[in-house]
């Protein structure tokens, strides 16, 4: 959550420059457009020791950081249009956290869905249902608080969570089903 907290955000489609000390002389590196994607963030540098009255900012300068990292190991969204056929329509159980982006908690508790998805892959499917894109899934199945996990078995509601819960608590209703 830090390392969040620490980045710079890039919109889309501007340009990128930046600056390095290296002694007294700045070097000014060319700019980069990235045009149609979003997902870079710049990392500031970190400050090293200070040697004298001013400190100096680290030689590496600032790096940019590609995010689609995190994204291959993210847990899909459901919609809509294919509720049916990745929950309901499901061989395997299937864990879905119903979240919003404004809410703090379920910022907290989607590590560990992640988490939980790679450890059960092929015997659990995992998704994520935003409340704010697919309000009618969520009004379906009663959703009033988020975040909120609920396990399907063969297209049926088993099992709801209520808030965000430890690790603990999710394997233990996860492991009901399997």
Known sequence: MAAVLETLAIPRACAISSASVAGSSVVRRSSVRFSGFGGLKIKPAR???????????????????????????????????????????????????????????????????????????????????????????????GIRSIPTVIIFKDGEKKEAVIGAVPESTLTTCIEKFL
């Not at 995010?67 to 329509?89: I, K, M």
């Not at 395997?92 to 992640?114: S, T």
């Not at 988490?115 to 894109?133: I, M």
Request: hydrophobic share 35%; charged share 20%.
């Open 47 to 141: 400050s090293v020791a200070v040697t004298s009255s001013r400190s100096r900012i680290g030689r590496r300068g600032s790096r940019i950081v590609c995010e689609a990292q995190e994204t291959a190991v993210e847990v899909p969204g459901v919609t809509d249009s294919d509720w049916q056929s990745l929950v309901l329509g499901s061989d395997l159980p299937v864990l879905v956290e119903f979240w919003a982006p404004w809410c703090g908690p379920c910022r907290m508790i989607h590590p560990v869905i992640d988490k939980l998805s790679k450890q059960y892959a092929g015997k659990l499917k995992c998704y994520k249902v935003n409340t704010d894109e697919s309000p009618s899934i969520a009004t379906q199945y």
